[in-house]
């Protein structure tokens, strides 16, 4: 499988009003789809301006009419918050109104301050992803669901609706560990990563000797970059730096205001960290060709995913790093991805 590139998108707030802002990300939306990147990840998050969307089959069906050909879907939804029987039954519209073009990420949901809002305890959210998960895979692939759990009871509900692909849409997860890859393995999952390049290689290494299901179709190994093009480094550089910082605030603002710091993750104030270890990239193409292929190589991802809007980045500017990424930068990294597969 050759090298594919992909968008992760937090759809967090900018000045912009909502009507607005939501118009602007779907034209932004339709012209990945004209430039040939595969897929679109959105992120779930619940009353907090780090997440637009925080319902993402509602946005993901605009995506459906607005595409032709970019696949999309949540990363991730957070199970614990749903009935999986209803978003198995979403699922099902969202894959068929795009003839197959849907992606089901899952996750048990990084923010205890999030799902508690809804009144799920986080210490019982990974006991529910579990169950919903199961329910789900089985609503998806069967015409009558049974299950006994804990938390979720059904005897003999007939599923009315099945997914356009078959037998069910690709499945996704965001992995934070190698641990993680391995769980992502064994459920014939593909995943993407924010780590540097030398972590993403042995979340893959943990991911390729674990077993997997019978019958999975090769799996996607993402990497995930913040990303800035510009006509030099330095305007770039400078627009990275401000738009980060308006991320930077959404993304916190929450464990701010309850005095608490996030799990698993440690985001610096500035961009200049992440571009120092290569979490980020921002200057002219050249410069954003030679961070990447690098970091490609190392990794050994098959799938590159782009952050082009985050914080008060523009239409244009995020339009912008788009055209110079597919005309200078994309172009290059297939021939450099192919030469070493060769």
């Not at 967090?12 to 034209?27: G, I, M, S, V, W």
């Not at 701010?256 to 960290?273: H, L, S």
């Amino acid at each position: 499988m050759g090298l594919e590139f992909g968008v992760f998108d937090h759809v967090d707030r900018n000045a912009k009003p909502l009507a607005q802002f939501y118009e602007d990300r779907l034209k932004l939306i339709e012209a990945y789809d004209r430039s040939g990147i595969t897929g679109y990840h959105c992120a779930e998050h619940h009353s907090t301006p780090l997440g637009m969307a925080p319902s993402p089959s509602v946005f993901l069906s605009s995506v459906a009419q607005r595409t032709k050909q970019l696949r999309f879907g949540p990363l991730v939804y957070t199970l614990a918050l749903y009935h999986p029987l209803r978003l198995a039954e979403e699922i099902c519209m969202l894959d068929q109104m795009s003839r197959g073009r849907f992606m089901v990420g899952v996750g048990k949901g990084v923010s205890p301050i999030e799902i508690g809002f809804y009144g799920v305890e986080p210490a019982k959210a990974e006991a529910i992803f579990a169950e919903a998960f199961a329910v789900i895979r089985q609503a998806l692939t069967q015409k009558v669901v049974n299950h006994e759990g804990e938390h979720f009871r059904f005897k003999d509900v007939p599923m009315e609706l099945a997914p356009f692909q078959k037998p069910h849409p690709p499945l996704w997860y965001g992995v934070v560990n190698p641990d993680s890859a391995g769980r992502a393995a064994k459920a014939g999952m593909n995943f993407i990563s924010n780590a540097p390049a030398a972590a993403v290689r042995a979340k893959i290494a943990r991911y390729i000797a674990t077993e997997r299901p019978s019958g999975c179709a090769a799996p996607k190994f993402g990497m995930n970059r913040y990303m800035v093009i510009a006509d030099t480094d330095e305007e770039a550089l400078a627009v990275a730096r401000r738009a980060y910082k308006v991320w930077y605030a959404s993304f916190m603002a929450l464990w701010w205001k309850y005095n608490q710091k996030p799990p698993n993750v440690n985001y610096p104030p500035e961009i200049d960290t992440p571009i120092e270890i290569g979490t980020a990239v921002a200057g002219s193409p050249e410069t954003v060709l030679k961070a990447l292929q690098p970091q490609l190589a190392e990794s050994g991802s098959n799938y590159l995913v782009c952050r082009f809007a985050f914080g008060d980045l523009s239409l244009n500017e995020s339009l912008r790093s788009l055209d110079l990424f597919t005309r200078h930068v994309a172009p290059a990294l297939r021939e450099s991805a192919q030469v070493a597969a060769e």
